[in-house]
């Protein structure tokens, strides 16, 4: 049985950082696209980054590029998300998914996590004042 789990949400300071983890078990990481939403309730959910599993290229949301990073541990079957010069608009509950096709990369819509099969239940972050 497929799960996948986030960690590493928090309470943090404007500027300060966080990086959050996306720990998966019966599934290889390595083989399969993952990307990171968020989604502040009452709003759309918003792609954030996605790393393909053929190369390992990296896509980002304009709203975070250059402060976020996307990466991936496959000795430990994990992804990560690094997040530097948090923001309160930051502030949401973040997910990590994973593609549902082995070998997958990250679509021109990856965004829309349409081919996203298997979601964790996610992990906030909210920005202090």
């Known amino acids: 049985q497929v799960q996948v789990v986030e960690h590493g949400g928090g309470l943090v300071q404007p500027g300060g950082s966080l990086r959050l983890s996306c720990v998966a078990s019966?599934?290889?990481?390595?083989?399969?696209?993952i990307a990171w939403f968020r989604q502040v309730p009452g709003k759309e959910r918003e792609g954030i980054s996605c790393?393909?599993?053929?190369?390992?290229?990296?896509y980002y949301a304009d709203s975070v590029k250059g402060r976020f990073t996307i990466s991936r541990d496959n000795r430990w079957n994990t992804a990560y998300l690094q997040m530097n010069s948090l923001q309160s608009e930051d502030t949401a509950v973040y997910y990590c998914?994973?593609?549902?096709?082995?070998?997958?990369?990250?679509?021109?819509?990856?965004?829309?996590?349409?081919?996203?099969?298997?979601w964790g239940k996610g992990t906030p972050v909210t920005g202090s004042s």
């Open positions: 019966g599934l290889p990481l390595e083989y399969y696209a």
């Open positions: 790393i393909s599993s053929t190369d390992g290229s990296t």
């Open positions: 998914a994973s593609s549902q096709v082995q070998g997958a990369n990250c679509g021109p819509n990856w965004s829309l996590g349409y081919d996203m099969a298997y």
